[in-house]
Protein backbone atom coordinates (compact mmCIF):
# COMPACT_ATOMS: atom_id res chain seq x y z
CA UNK A 1 0.00 0.00 0.00
CA UNK A 2 3.37 2.12 0.96
CA UNK A 3 4.76 1.60 -2.82
CA UNK A 4 1.10 2.33 -4.56
CA UNK A 5 0.85 5.95 -2.55
CA UNK A 6 4.91 6.65 -3.27
CA UNK A 7 4.01 5.96 -7.05
CA UNK A 8 0.75 8.12 -6.85
CA UNK A 9 2.26 10.81 -5.19
CA UNK A 10 5.30 10.79 -7.79
CA UNK A 11 2.68 11.27 -10.50
CA UNK A 12 1.25 13.79 -8.89
CA UNK A 13 4.33 15.93 -8.65
CA UNK A 14 5.49 14.93 -12.18
CA UNK A 15 2.63 16.42 -13.28
CA UNK A 16 2.65 19.36 -11.32
CA UNK A 17 5.92 20.13 -12.42
CA UNK A 18 4.97 19.93 -16.28
CA UNK A 19 2.04 22.42 -15.77
CA UNK A 20 4.69 24.91 -14.00
CA UNK A 21 7.06 24.80 -16.63
CA UNK A 22 4.21 25.29 -19.01
CA UNK A 23 3.10 28.46 -17.39
CA UNK A 24 6.61 29.93 -17.28
CA UNK A 25 7.03 29.12 -20.87
CA UNK A 26 3.83 31.21 -21.63
CA UNK A 27 5.05 33.92 -19.36
CA UNK A 28 7.99 33.91 -21.29
CA UNK A 29 6.44 34.50 -24.65
CA UNK A 30 4.23 36.99 -23.56
CA UNK A 31 7.91 38.72 -22.35
CA UNK A 32 9.58 38.09 -26.18
CA UNK A 33 10.52 41.22 -27.51
CA UNK A 34 8.74 42.65 -29.94
CA UNK A 35 9.00 41.07 -34.23
CA UNK A 36 12.17 42.39 -35.34
CA UNK A 37 11.80 43.51 -39.29
CA UNK A 38 14.17 41.63 -41.49
CA UNK A 39 17.80 43.36 -42.68
CA UNK A 40 17.09 46.35 -44.73
CA UNK A 41 19.12 45.57 -48.69
CA UNK A 42 19.31 48.75 -50.44
CA UNK A 43 20.73 50.43 -53.63
CA UNK A 44 21.45 53.79 -54.89
CA UNK A 45 19.56 55.20 -58.08
CA UNK A 46 21.38 58.50 -59.67
CA UNK A 47 19.85 60.26 -62.99
CA UNK A 48 21.05 63.63 -63.86
CA UNK A 49 19.43 65.54 -66.90
CA UNK A 50 21.09 69.37 -68.37
CA UNK A 51 20.09 71.65 -70.40
CA UNK A 52 19.91 70.33 -74.12
CA UNK A 53 23.76 70.87 -75.97
CA UNK A 54 25.44 71.92 -72.81
CA UNK A 55 28.85 70.89 -72.40
CA UNK A 56 29.78 68.80 -69.32
CA UNK A 57 32.20 71.53 -68.37
CA UNK A 58 30.01 74.07 -68.66
CA UNK A 59 27.99 76.17 -66.62
CA UNK A 60 24.29 75.45 -67.29
CA UNK A 61 21.25 74.45 -65.27
CA UNK A 62 20.92 71.05 -64.10
CA UNK A 63 19.33 68.53 -62.15
CA UNK A 64 20.48 65.57 -60.19
CA UNK A 65 18.09 63.05 -57.92
CA UNK A 66 19.99 60.49 -55.89
CA UNK A 67 17.32 58.15 -54.19
CA UNK A 68 18.41 55.21 -52.02
CA UNK A 69 15.82 52.52 -52.89
CA UNK A 70 15.09 49.62 -50.68
CA UNK A 71 14.57 46.10 -51.78
CA UNK A 72 11.16 44.87 -51.04
CA UNK A 73 9.13 47.53 -49.91
CA UNK A 74 7.09 48.77 -52.50
CA UNK A 75 5.32 51.09 -50.03
CA UNK A 76 8.18 52.52 -48.55
CA UNK A 77 9.58 53.32 -51.89
CA UNK A 78 6.17 54.88 -53.04
CA UNK A 79 6.37 56.91 -49.99
CA UNK A 80 9.40 58.38 -50.30
CA UNK A 81 9.16 59.06 -53.92
CA UNK A 82 6.04 61.09 -53.19
CA UNK A 83 7.56 62.98 -51.19
CA UNK A 84 10.45 63.58 -52.80
CA UNK A 85 8.06 64.34 -56.13
CA UNK A 86 6.28 67.27 -53.43
CA UNK A 87 9.90 68.83 -52.35
CA UNK A 88 11.11 68.78 -55.60
CA UNK A 89 8.20 71.39 -56.92
CA UNK A 90 7.24 73.17 -54.38
CA UNK A 91 10.18 73.25 -51.81
CA UNK A 92 8.31 71.19 -49.23
CA UNK A 93 4.87 72.83 -49.37
CA UNK A 94 2.12 72.86 -52.08
CA UNK A 95 3.26 71.20 -54.69
CA UNK A 96 3.82 73.85 -57.18
CA UNK A 97 3.17 71.83 -60.43
CA UNK A 98 1.33 68.00 -61.51
CA UNK A 99 4.35 66.36 -62.44
CA UNK A 100 4.56 62.12 -61.47
CA UNK A 101 8.39 61.52 -62.12
CA UNK A 102 11.08 63.16 -61.94
CA UNK A 103 11.68 63.00 -65.60
CA UNK A 104 8.83 65.49 -66.12
CA UNK A 105 10.18 67.87 -63.35
CA UNK A 106 13.69 67.93 -64.68
CA UNK A 107 11.96 68.54 -68.09
CA UNK A 108 10.19 71.78 -66.85
CA UNK A 109 12.79 73.03 -64.51
CA UNK A 110 14.98 73.18 -67.51
CA UNK A 111 12.38 74.88 -69.67
CA UNK A 112 11.50 77.73 -67.01
CA UNK A 113 15.51 77.98 -66.68
CA UNK A 114 15.42 78.49 -70.23
CA UNK A 115 12.66 81.20 -70.58
CA UNK A 116 14.50 83.13 -68.06
CA UNK A 117 17.60 83.15 -69.42
CA UNK A 118 17.27 86.73 -71.27
CA UNK A 119 17.01 87.94 -68.13
CA UNK A 120 19.48 86.22 -65.94
CA UNK A 121 22.74 84.45 -66.72
CA UNK A 122 22.63 82.37 -63.51
CA UNK A 123 22.89 78.82 -63.89
CA UNK A 124 19.70 77.04 -62.11
CA UNK A 125 20.27 73.86 -60.00
CA UNK A 126 17.50 71.71 -59.18
CA UNK A 127 18.69 68.40 -56.62
CA UNK A 128 17.05 65.90 -54.41
CA UNK A 129 17.94 63.55 -52.25
CA UNK A 130 16.94 60.55 -50.24
CA UNK A 131 18.21 58.20 -48.49
CA UNK A 132 18.44 56.30 -44.65
CA UNK A 133 19.73 58.48 -42.05
CA UNK A 134 19.10 56.28 -39.11
CA UNK A 135 17.24 52.94 -38.08
CA UNK A 136 15.95 52.31 -34.18
CA UNK A 137 14.36 49.28 -33.10
CA UNK A 138 11.60 48.96 -36.32
CA UNK A 139 11.21 52.72 -36.90
CA UNK A 140 13.71 53.70 -40.16
CA UNK A 141 14.05 58.01 -40.81
CA UNK A 142 14.48 58.20 -44.03
CA UNK A 143 16.23 62.15 -44.87
CA UNK A 144 14.28 63.54 -48.31
CA UNK A 145 16.44 66.69 -48.94
CA UNK A 146 15.91 69.18 -51.69
CA UNK A 147 18.02 72.31 -53.27
CA UNK A 148 16.52 74.91 -55.72
CA UNK A 149 18.54 77.59 -57.27
CA UNK A 150 16.68 80.21 -59.60
CA UNK A 151 19.33 83.21 -59.50
CA UNK A 152 19.14 85.29 -56.42
CA UNK A 153 21.67 85.49 -53.44
CA UNK A 154 21.48 81.80 -52.16
CA UNK A 155 19.24 78.46 -52.98
CA UNK A 156 16.08 77.35 -51.01
CA UNK A 157 17.19 73.99 -48.82
CA UNK A 158 14.48 71.77 -47.49
CA UNK A 159 14.71 68.50 -45.67
CA UNK A 160 11.86 66.04 -44.31
CA UNK A 161 12.17 63.21 -42.03
CA UNK A 162 9.97 59.93 -43.34
CA UNK A 163 9.13 57.45 -40.57
CA UNK A 164 8.19 53.90 -41.95
CA UNK A 165 7.77 51.10 -39.28
CA UNK A 166 9.18 48.23 -41.06
CA UNK A 167 7.57 45.53 -39.28
CA UNK A 168 3.73 47.09 -39.82
CA UNK A 169 4.90 48.44 -43.39
CA UNK A 170 3.17 51.67 -42.78
CA UNK A 171 4.36 55.89 -41.99
CA UNK A 172 4.83 56.73 -38.94
CA UNK A 173 3.37 60.54 -37.80
CA UNK A 174 4.13 62.12 -34.60
CA UNK A 175 0.81 62.29 -33.55
CA UNK A 176 0.94 57.99 -34.00
CA UNK A 177 4.01 58.50 -31.64
CA UNK A 178 2.81 60.99 -28.89
CA UNK A 179 0.75 59.25 -25.93
CA UNK A 180 -3.05 59.94 -25.72
CA UNK A 181 -3.30 62.93 -23.49
CA UNK A 182 0.27 64.16 -23.43
CA UNK A 183 0.40 66.16 -26.45
CA UNK A 184 0.64 69.72 -24.86
CA UNK A 185 3.29 68.65 -22.06
CA UNK A 186 5.50 67.32 -25.24
CA UNK A 187 5.15 70.62 -26.45
CA UNK A 188 6.09 71.95 -23.60
CA UNK A 189 9.07 69.94 -23.84
CA UNK A 190 10.32 71.12 -26.38
CA UNK A 191 9.40 74.92 -25.82
CA UNK A 192 11.98 74.03 -22.90
CA UNK A 193 14.72 72.30 -25.51
CA UNK A 194 14.10 75.82 -27.80
CA UNK A 195 14.68 78.03 -25.04
CA UNK A 196 17.98 76.11 -24.24
CA UNK A 197 18.80 76.11 -27.48
CA UNK A 198 18.44 79.82 -27.55
CA UNK A 199 20.34 80.35 -24.69
CA UNK A 200 23.52 78.43 -26.30
CA UNK A 201 23.68 80.63 -29.15
CA UNK A 202 23.64 83.68 -27.03
CA UNK A 203 20.55 85.77 -29.04
CA UNK A 204 19.50 88.80 -28.26
CA UNK A 205 15.75 89.85 -27.28
CA UNK A 206 15.06 90.67 -30.95
CA UNK A 207 15.82 87.98 -31.87
CA UNK A 208 13.53 85.99 -29.55
CA UNK A 209 10.92 88.25 -30.61
CA UNK A 210 11.41 88.03 -34.42
CA UNK A 211 11.83 83.90 -33.92
CA UNK A 212 9.24 82.38 -31.79
CA UNK A 213 8.65 78.69 -30.93
CA UNK A 214 6.77 76.38 -33.79
CA UNK A 215 5.97 73.09 -33.36
CA UNK A 216 7.35 70.48 -35.92
CA UNK A 217 6.02 67.35 -37.72
CA UNK A 218 9.21 66.54 -38.71
CA UNK A 219 11.28 64.00 -35.82
CA UNK A 220 13.37 61.07 -35.17
CA UNK A 221 13.77 58.79 -32.38
CA UNK A 222 17.33 58.06 -31.30
CA UNK A 223 19.14 56.41 -27.88
CA UNK A 224 19.74 59.85 -26.66
CA UNK A 225 15.42 60.94 -27.01
CA UNK A 226 13.67 62.47 -29.50
CA UNK A 227 14.86 65.04 -32.16
CA UNK A 228 13.06 67.53 -34.11
CA UNK A 229 14.18 69.20 -37.28
CA UNK A 230 13.04 72.36 -38.56
CA UNK A 231 14.39 74.00 -41.23
CA UNK A 232 15.59 77.49 -42.78
CA UNK A 233 13.54 80.52 -41.96
CA UNK A 234 11.49 78.31 -39.18
CA UNK A 235 13.62 79.15 -35.59
CA UNK A 236 16.10 81.68 -37.37
CA UNK A 237 17.51 83.17 -40.11
CA UNK A 238 19.03 81.46 -43.59
CA UNK A 239 22.66 81.85 -42.06
CA UNK A 240 21.61 79.54 -39.28
CA UNK A 241 20.99 76.34 -41.46
CA UNK A 242 18.31 73.89 -40.39
CA UNK A 243 18.01 73.34 -36.05
CA UNK A 244 17.45 70.78 -34.47
CA UNK A 245 15.82 70.52 -31.06
CA UNK A 246 16.73 67.58 -28.65
CA UNK A 247 13.97 65.81 -26.31
CA UNK A 248 16.05 64.36 -23.44
CA UNK A 249 14.82 60.38 -23.44
CA UNK A 250 14.81 60.54 -19.61
CA UNK A 251 12.27 63.31 -19.81
CA UNK A 252 9.98 61.56 -22.33
CA UNK A 253 8.57 59.08 -20.24
CA UNK A 254 4.79 59.05 -19.86
CA UNK A 255 4.96 61.38 -23.30
CA UNK A 256 5.70 58.45 -25.75
CA UNK A 257 3.80 55.41 -26.47
CA UNK A 258 5.65 52.79 -25.15
CA UNK A 259 6.76 50.70 -28.18
CA UNK A 260 8.52 54.20 -29.22
CA UNK A 261 10.16 54.34 -26.32
CA UNK A 262 12.37 51.11 -26.15
CA UNK A 263 15.80 51.19 -23.96
CA UNK A 264 18.97 52.15 -25.93
CA UNK A 265 20.52 49.12 -27.62
CA UNK A 266 24.20 48.70 -25.72
Not at 79 to 85: F, H
Not at 133 to 138: F, G
Not at 146 to 162: D, E
Not at 225 to 250: C, D, H, N, Q
Amino acid sequence: MDTLNRLGMQSRLATTTAVLWALLALIACDKREPARAAPLASNVETREWRTPGCDAEERCTSVVIKREVFAERPALNDAVRVQLLEQLQGNGEAPGSTASNFEQVAKAFIADAAEASEISSAAWQLTGDAKKLALHDNLLTVAISSYIYSGGAHGMPVTHWLNWDLAENRQVALADVIAPGAEERFWSLAQTAHKQWMEAQEVDVDFRENWPFVRSDDFRLTDSGLKLLYGVYTLAPYSMGEIELTLPREKLTGLLREPYLSEPEN
